[in-house]
């Protein structure tokens, strides 16, 4: 799943992956839509790149709070140069340079500050006071979908509101029935995934395309003449 879950401590943190390709506009928009806070990677031995300017105005149409990982950061860099381009974007950098854009300097390759960023993430959570209710019907949003000729119709999913359970009745896109099987970015199988929660279902009687919206239904008739109607729109 293009959707990862860490553990730090008792919380739990969800990454959405989007490419950084050219190619790839479509997916870093939906990305923005779906998170809560964008975490913004700059190579830097690159710097602010078209694409990262991209991401930026992708974030910024979708109110997102901007994080800056400054990824590479154990290879040759410019600091100021890069710290000026982020300004010129309007995400002038914290600290020295007076600003509100928190930027975290990481390696991949060497680990640093990967920890420093995470738990960064995770009191950004508090602050901005992001919370979800668990305990109503579940909705949520395709993250990507694909037809296997093992399973069926397969969707990945990221739940935002309520707890999703095996056995369920959904609606996805035009496509409805009962959730079959759950699996979490690992592959394993669970039973029930709560909010923030990525995972790929099973028993969809159509493909849903990815942005696609999910919800919970009690009937299954009413949730087919609802993928009916959406599917004729």
Known sequence: IAAYQIELDDRKITFLDTPGHAAFTAMRARGANLTDVVVLVVAADDGVMPTTVEAINHAKAASATIVVALNKIDLHHDLNKIYGQLTEQGLTPSGDWGGDTDVIKTSATTGEGI??????????????EIK????????????EAERSGRVGNVARVLVQEGTLKAGQVIVCGSGHGRVR??????GKGVRQAGPSTPVEITGLSDLPDAGDKF?????????????EEIGSL
């Open 115 to 128: 920890d420093e960023l995470l738990a960064h993430l995770a009191t950004l959570s508090e602050v901005l």
């Open 215 to 227: 919800f919970v239904l009690k009937s299954a008739k009413r949730a087919k003449e609802i993928a």
């Open 181 to 186: 099987s759950m699996k979490d970015d690992c």
């Open 132 to 143: 979800a209710d668990p305990m109503i019907p579940a909705t949520g949003t395709v993250v």
